[in-house]
């Protein structure tokens, strides 16, 4: 099918967290859709890794490691310095998409890995926002976040969960404070999506069985553990994430939430109850 770029080739997007899976697949689809995607990396392996694509409107952007904060000025330098060379005015949108987590009980949680997994979705995200703004001023444009359906407390999965629902929180604020340059704030709210850091579930459960206090929840997350093969078994491509992002970038007035994904639509059912009543339905479930 023939891709239709007329519209999208003055504008141009950052997206963090680009060496594998949401981020990846979106920076492809944009960049042969016609956006010029800056597409943001932490290991220059990874840089290489996409520069070696020759997809001519993408632009791999090294180091970019957002519990690093020195990382950002040169990337901002670096972006607006191209961006004057293509004569585009500003940056049409800023995608937050970085991130990672791990699956363990609060008791049991790596604190040095939530530390920066807070650093990264929540520090460096405020971070960039607040480097990027002027350039998105200039060009009217928007600010999207690939998130959890995060409203839900989902055991073994804190460490995601409690950012994405912080995130809920920046994203809804900073929706409000900008309305005046009319520069909305998005969130593409993600069910279960096939990356290798949703399939990894298997191999940290075993890895927490290990630990000294394991034993404790072995055979609560042995039965997680079995439930979430299957739910592994019908994770959606990430690819349909990415033709969502296309369409919240090129409607007019964007929704403020679009949900996307494997159960993500109960998600959003939950999401919509009372909070008493939906921690009533998962104590049942867990």
């Known amino acids: 099918m023939q891709k239709n770029t007329s519209s999208f080739s003055n504008r141009s997007v950052l997206i963090t967290g680009c ?3 949401i981020g990846r697949a979106t920076a492809l689809y944009l960049a042969q859709n016609g956006f010029t995607v800056f597409a943001s990396v932490r ?18 952007i090294c180091p970019l490691d957002l519990s690093s904060l020195g990382d950002i000025p040169p990337i901002v330098e670096t972006i607006h ?13 800023l995608i937050n998409n970085a991130g990672g987590g791990a699956v363990a009980p609060v008791e049991l949680m790596d ?6 997994e807070l650093q990264t979705r929540l520090v460096g995200s405020v971070a960039l926002v607040q480097a990027f703004l002027p350039l998105l001023r200039q060009s009217g444009g928007r600010i999207l976040w690939i998130v959890t359906p995060a409203a839900i407390p989902t055991p073994y999965v804190t460490s995601i969960h409690a950012c994405d629902f912080a995130v809920n929180c920046l994203a ?24 290798a850091r949703g399939l990894k579930t ?23 553990s079995e439930e979430m093969a299957e739910f592994d078994r019908q994770r959606t491509e990430p690819e349909k994430v990415a033709r969502l992002v296309r369409t919240a970038l090129s409607t007019p007035k964007p929704k403020r939430r679009y949900p996307v994904g494997y159960m993500s639509g109960a998600a959003a059912f939950l999401e919509a109850l009372p909070q008493a009543l939906t921690d ?7």
């Not at 809804?172 to 990356?195: A, F």
């Not at 009533?280 to 867990?286: A, E, S, T, V």
């Open 81 to 93: 310095t191209e961006l004057l060379r293509r004569g585009q005015a500003g940056l049409y949108a």
């Open 43 to 60: 290991k220059e392996a990874d840089g290489e890794d996409l520069r070696q694509l020759q997809v001519p409107n993408m632009i791999p």
């Open 111 to 116: 604190l040095e890995v939530f530390h920066k």
């Open 280 to 286: 009533k339905i998962l104590k049942m479930r867990f």
């Open 202 to 224: 298997t191999a940290e459960v075993e890895a927490i069985l290990q630990h000294p206090k394991g034993e404790l929840y072995r055979e609560a997350l042995l039965k997680w």
């Open 19 to 21: 060496s594998s899976g």
């Open 172 to 195: 809804r604020t900073l929706d409000l404070e900008l309305k005046p340059w009319h520069i909305p704030s998005i969130q593409i709210r993600c069910g279960g999506i096939k990356t």
